[in-house]
């Protein structure tokens, strides 16, 4: 293991570990001690990686406030204040965000149906703009205060960006600001239909970031709806079964879900 401080590879392994588990190493270069936490997000932690990142997933996952969180970890020996599971949301639901934002950069079709729906932030009505393909996989979202051109043509540069291509064909609803979006950030060669009934796929889509942050009676400040806004569909879309029209049984859904979890916890974690 390099030095996270000179970079060295001159290191030498210790031969105990922290109350935590984490191997001591020894640089020959700068003379510094090291753990395997140090120069990560975990490096200041005083729980082990695994279970702050299953509380930040439950929190992101289930309808469940911060108490609620604090007290399921209660049950399995871990004293947490509510404040801290707070914490942890602000510090690594942006890295979940991230890395599941990786995964799946390049991955979607070229049939995008995009629409915005509203937030409560700070007792103030926001935008929160969607976009799906044709199978369902989420393209991105995008929080913004205010529903105008500069917001559609913000959203469809970072669509671009995320599916690392253009669309061969655009759904969206009768607002004019994202016929003039598309022309000038996409072209003139994309399809776009503009139809009440051909968007319902993106409107349907929406109640799943409705029905997870009405229990929370809206949001208090800006920034923190839009982490955990797009937190939430990047977890939600990872852990989704893909819409082929096949029929799954529960024992099937229950080990892919079991699959995922463990496998997107474990790629946390290192």
């Known amino acids: 293991m390099s030095c996270p401080r000179c970079r ?12 935590l588990g984490c191997r001591i190493y020894y640089c020959r270069n700068c003379k510094r001690r090291f753990n395997e936490r140090t120069s990560t997000p975990y490096n200041y932690l005083q729980f082990p990686e695994d ?6 997933l439950w929190r992101l ?14 049950q399995r020996g871990f004293e947490i204040s509510y404040e801290t599971i707070r914490a942890w949301e602000y510090q690594f639901a942006p890295l979940v965000s991230k890395k599941l934002c990786s995964k799946r950069r390049g991955r979607i079709g070229r049939s995008w149906y995009l629409d915005e729906t509203y937030v409560k ?33 913000r959203f469809l540069r970072r669509l671009l960006v995320s599916a690392e291509q253009k669309p061969q064909r655009v759904t ?10 598309i022309r000038r950030i996409i072209g003139r060669k994309v399809i776009h239909r503009h139809n009440q009934y051909l968007n319902n796929r993106i409107e349907q889509d929406h109640r799943h970031i409705k029905q997870r942050y009405y229990p929370m009676l809206g949001f208090k400040r800006f920034e923190s ?4 806004c797009t ?7 990872y852990l989704r079964l893909p819409s082929k029209g096949e029929q799954v049984s529960a024992s099937e859904r229950r080990q892919i879900f079991n699959d995922k979890w463990t496998t997107l916890l474990a790629e946390l974690a290192a």
């Open 121 to 153: 932030v700070g007792g103030r009505w926001c935008y929160l703009y969607r976009a799906i393909d044709r199978d369902g996989n989420l393209l991105d979202s995008m929080l913004s205060e205010k529903r105008d051109k500069h917001a559609a043509r």
């Open 61 to 74: 996952r289930y309808k469940l406030g911060l108490r609620d969180v604090a007290e399921l970890l209660l």
């Open 51 to 56: 279970i702050v990142l299953m509380a930040v």
């Open 172 to 181: 969206t609803d009768k607002h004019p600001a994202h016929t003039k979006a």
């Open 8 to 19: 060295s590879e001159s290191t030498l392994k210790g031969g105990y570990r922290t109350s």
């Open 225 to 228: 709806a839009s982490r955990f």
């Open 231 to 237: 937190a939430f569909d990047e977890l939600r879309n």
